[in-house]
């Protein structure tokens, strides 16, 4: 039910992800109108539906998880828990779909925070950077986890089998940066995290330069590098466009270079390679650019098809488990260990800021 | 002594600024190399040298200060605390810049920490962005400062007598950010900032969209934020470019338009827009880009002049005693004051990490 052009545009795509793709499917909203939407397609009764009475509005961030504790995405989440689904996309409000799905799925066992992996247009093949916005704070240790998060997600999404790891910095030199990412570096540095590629710090103007597989960062500097990132193409674009649609001579150079510059634009359009999976959960959650089209959704629905065959929940507790890391992770975030009773649950994810 | 043209581009900039522009300068470094150069321009005898024995080197970062006690920068500081220079200019290593500046000449009275003012390239008047760098660590209550500082440099640099201040975050609501941004918000929105035309949260897809004329953010995410739009592009003019020339009808499309997209690419280029200003010390400090050529080391040293000419550090003091902020500087940062002698020098400049 969540996304710009739902929920006509949502099934749609879903309908392709299942006949083309052989994505096994549940439909979670308002079971009238998907029913209604599904004949369109001929689709009736071959893709289940689970009525779900509320949906997150767009505009609806955080608190929605609390007020609407029947929303589609709270019921996804719950056919999640009872192992009904594997995996859940949703083109719905991030902060909605993210508060919801924390409080519902809660951390999984060992991570102390969740973070957001978006890939980068980068060629030839995509950057991964996390955290895009799920987790403001982030201490050192968790910068670790999401080294380790990171590893996971591109052994899956970029077929590597040891992911570079790069952490974002103001400067390349290890001493350099913020209390947290001086420390972090120390970690990932040293021994005893396995299995993580550490390539060492780099800078903001080496996000679209390919230089490692993954970024590590923040989710406040990342959300901030990614959104100068699309502000800055936009600008940049809609510049080159003034550029060559002013003057006759470039109006004629413009005619003749019309489809290549589209493409191009369409190659760093948030729209088209934007979206991102939410880490770090007891399930997989892929959160698809609110303005997805059908084609966006059937990537989406691919996509967390793949993770979900991938093994990703467990490959993320296998890849923190190896790190130094683990311990923090049981005390803060996970799920209840009986080695922890003393000290309490100190972090249940709906208490987090 | 500093910069990738040094000495010849710089002097060669200095010689300009000092005869066409009117600035008085003093020219620091090397004398005999120096008054080599000047003989070109007939102009030994009318710019006064200082000897200084030593120069940082370009790859020199912060340490450089103590290692080399009389070098250019450290020289030209002194004859800031001397009263015989109003302020500096230098094309030198920024980290080794800030440094010695800081060591020499302290923060001035009541600001906590410096930051670096740059200008972002947006029509039809550049925005301000501040820390870009100086200061990685911040806490709510110097981020307060950076709008106070920023709003003494709007006031000089961009003649507006109450700039708009944005608060660089994830989000655009009040409750957004980590928890210095929620809290320097707060702080930003409550009363007791007199002078402060706070504007509420930008994002990073505003930067460049000219929505406000000053933007404050902490040093780490500022100096990524800055890194990442030149990065950005970088890559999507390269992009475009190959666009343009792969193909005959695109090719002969380019050839039609060369000029304008020139001229785009040098409006964005970090060169030509780049360097930035000191802000908080003892003395101002302009930073040009280490590739400056005449030209920019001209700008920089008219902007020195002009900075100085507003009474920049009496703007700031100013500034920052009408913010609610002001006794945190006195006790963290400033010059020694009598009625803080029961806690002692808490925090001299070079003390700080």
Same mark, same amino acid.
Request: neutral net charge; hydrophobic residues 35%; proline residues 2%.
């Given at each position: 039910m969540g996304g710009d052009h739902a929920p006509e545009e949502i099934i749609a795509g879903a309908v392709e992800a299942s006949r083309e793709h052989g994505v096994g499917l549940v439909l979670v909203g308002q079971a009238a109108r998907i029913r209604q939407e599904l004949e369109r397609y001929d689709a009736v009764g071959k893709i289940p539906i689970v009525h779900a009475d509320e949906a997150l509005d767009m505009d609806e961030g955080a608190l929605a998880s609390w007020r609407k504790p029947r929303s589609s995405i709270a019921i996804a989440c719950h056919l999640i828990k009872q192992g009904r689904a594997s995996a859940l996309v949703s083109a719905g409000s991030t902060a909605g779909v993210v508060a919801t799905s924390r409080l519902r799925l809660k951390g999984q066992q060992g991570v102390m925070r969740p973070a957001i992996a978006v890939t980068l247009p980068t060629r030839p093949r995509p950057t991964i950077l996390l955290d895009a916005g799920a987790t403001a704070d982030v201490k050192?240790?968790?910068?670790?986890?999401?080294?380790?998060?990171?590893?996971?997600?591109?052994?899956?999404?970029?077929?590597?089998?040891?992911?570079?790891?790069?952490?974002?910095?103001?400067?390349?030199?290890?001493?350099?940066?913020?209390?947290?990412?001086?420390?972090?570096?120390?970690?990932?540095?040293?021994?005893?995290?396995?299995?993580?590629?550490?390539?060492?710090?780099?800078?903001?103007?080496?996000?679209?330069?390919?230089?490692?597989?993954?970024?590590?960062?923040?989710?406040?500097?990342?959300?901030?590098?990614?959104?100068?990132? *699309?502000?800055?193409? $936009?600008? =940049?674009? /809609?510049?080159?466009? +003034?550029?060559?649609?002013?003057?006759? !001579?470039?109006?004629?150079?413009?005619?003749?270079?019309r489809r290549r510059m589209r493409d191009?634009?369409?190659?760093?359009?948030?729209?088209?390679?934007?979206?991102?999976?939410?880490?770090?959960?007891?399930?997989?959650?892929?959160?698809?650019?609110?303005?997805?089209?059908?084609?966006?959704?059937?990537?989406?629905? *691919?996509?967390?098809? $793949?993770? =979900?065959? /991938?093994?990703?929940? +467990?490959?993320?507790?296998?890849?923190? !488990?190896?790190?130094?890391?683990?311990?923090?992770?049981?005390?803060?975030?996970?799920?209840?260990?009986?080695?922890?009773?003393?000290?309490?649950?100190?972090g249940p994810v709906q208490k987090q800021p």
């Open positions: 050192p240790e968790g910068l670790v986890q999401f080294a380790a998060l990171g590893t996971a997600y591109g052994q899956i999404l970029l077929g590597l089998d040891r992911p570079t790891v790069g952490l974002l910095n103001i400067g390349a030199e290890p001493g350099k940066g913020n209390k947290a990412t001086k420390r972090a570096h120390e970690l990932l540095s040293g021994g005893g995290n396995h299995g993580i590629e550490f390539a060492g710090n780099i800078e903001g103007h080496d996000l679209l330069s390919g230089r490692v597989d993954v970024v590590v960062t923040d989710g406040f500097s990342g959300n901030i590098a990614l959104k100068t990132m *699309e502000g800055t193409i $936009r600008t =940049a674009f /809609g510049e080159v466009r +003034e550029t060559m649609t002013t003057g006759t !001579a470039a109006r004629m150079g413009a005619l003749l270079q191009l634009r369409d190659r760093f359009d948030p729209d088209t390679y934007g979206g991102g999976v939410l880490l770090g959960l007891n399930g997989t959650i892929v959160i698809a650019h609110g303005a997805s089209r059908a084609r966006a959704i059937t990537s989406a629905c *691919e996509l967390a098809h $793949r993770l =979900a065959a /991938g093994r990703i929940v +467990e490959r993320i507790r296998e890849q923190v !488990a190896l790190t130094r890391t683990s311990r923090f992770g049981r005390r803060t975030h996970g799920e209840r260990d009986s080695t922890d009773e003393p000290l309490g649950d100190l």
